[in-house]
């Protein structure tokens, strides 16, 4: 069983950062891999990106390579994304995820957070 609390979100304009937190309870946080999604105004939800258990491995979305930055701190129970140089196509809520598999795809998280607002102004 693992709960997930997403922080950080607000208000920015374009050019700003934001660092989002995602803070997990309950069983090992170690040995879950965990995902970023969005979910823009009026669009689908969007795989962002993804850290191994270990945090050996990340996977980004092409748009937000050199932008974003997944990152975790096991010991805390912790998953951030640093978001740098937003923009507003940026502008969705965006949830963590947790799951067994260092993935893109929401079927293999099982495990989500309600989700934190990102706006972006022009």
Not at 24 to 36: E, P, Y
Not at 45 to 67: H, L, P
């Amino acid at each position: 069983q693992v709960r997930l609390v997403e922080s950080g979100g607000g208000l920015v304009q374009a050019g700003g950062s934001l660092r989002l937190s995602c803070a997990a309870s309950g069983r090992t946080f170690s040995s879950d891999a965990m995902g970023w999604f969005r979910q823009p105004p009026g669009k689908e939800r969007e795989f962002v990106a993804a850290i191994s258990g270990s945090g050996g491995s990340t996977y980004y979305v092409d748009s937000m390579k050199g932008r974003f930055t997944i990152s975790r701190d096991n010991a805390k129970n912790t998953v951030l994304l640093q978001m740098n140089s937003l923009k507003p196509e940026d502008t969705a809520v965006y949830s963590c995820a947790a799951g067994r598999k260092f993935s893109s795809k929401t079927t293999d998280y099982y495990y989500w957070g309600q989700g934190t607002q990102v706006t972006v102004s022009s």
